[in-house]
């Protein structure tokens, strides 16, 4: 099982918190280093093909949303497994549409799960709560005993976490009840793409215990 050293924790922690003054939405990977983030990249679940493209998905997403929504709208875009999860505020259904419509067209894109919201523009400290928010539950699955914590993409809007990832229904239900008892978390859903025992087993190399989209309130 490759699990974070309880030691890296203190690093892990600082580096969440550089997420929240540089950038809500940051580049982990930059602040932790190359070789932690290669140790992970090693251990996902994706295929290396597939954690490649994720990143591509996201940036180019990235560069065409502000095209649509300009100053009426604010969306984050996230890609596990070329699976795309919308999450933010858009003025109105029309833009809803558009920003669907858009990040569908992206190629590589299997599925788009949006959760965007029509009401205003979140404020820089609900976002920023909602960084704080993920570091928590990170922090959370690290210190879980039989979970691999980097299986899992971490998501938070306005108090509502959203789980993605490649898990078994018991990982699942765990990190459920993880993040849902996390503070200042308000909803927990999850958007897994789920896997049988046997192919857990393939993936890590050795037996494992462990072992939709449903809403956890």
Known sequence: ???????????????LCGVVVTSLQGCVEMLVGTAVMSSLAVSDRR????????????V???????GVV???GHVNISSFNRKVLLTGEVRDAAMK???????????GVQSVDSELGIMPVTSFKSRSSDTLITGEVKA???????????????????????????VTQREGRMAGEI?????????????FEYIGDDELKQLHGSPDKQSDKTATN
């Open 60 to 66: 180019r997403g990235e560069s065409r949303i502000p």
């Open 47 to 58: 295929t290396i093909g597939a954690q490649t493209e994720d990143k591509t998905i996201v």
């Open 1 to 15: 099982m490759i699990k974070w050293p309880h030691v890296m924790r203190p690093l892990a922690t600082l580096a």
């Open 70 to 72: 300009g100053n009426a």
């Open 97 to 107: 549409a558009a920003v669907e419509r858009e990040v569908n067209a992206i190629d």
């Open 179 to 191: 993040a849902s008892g996390v503070g200042g978390v308000m909803k927990v859903v999850k958007v």
């Open 140 to 166: 959370s699955f690290v210190d879980a005993k039989d979970l691999y914590a980097n299986s899992f993409k971490v998501v938070t809007e306005r108090g509502t976490v959203y789980l993605m990832g490649r």
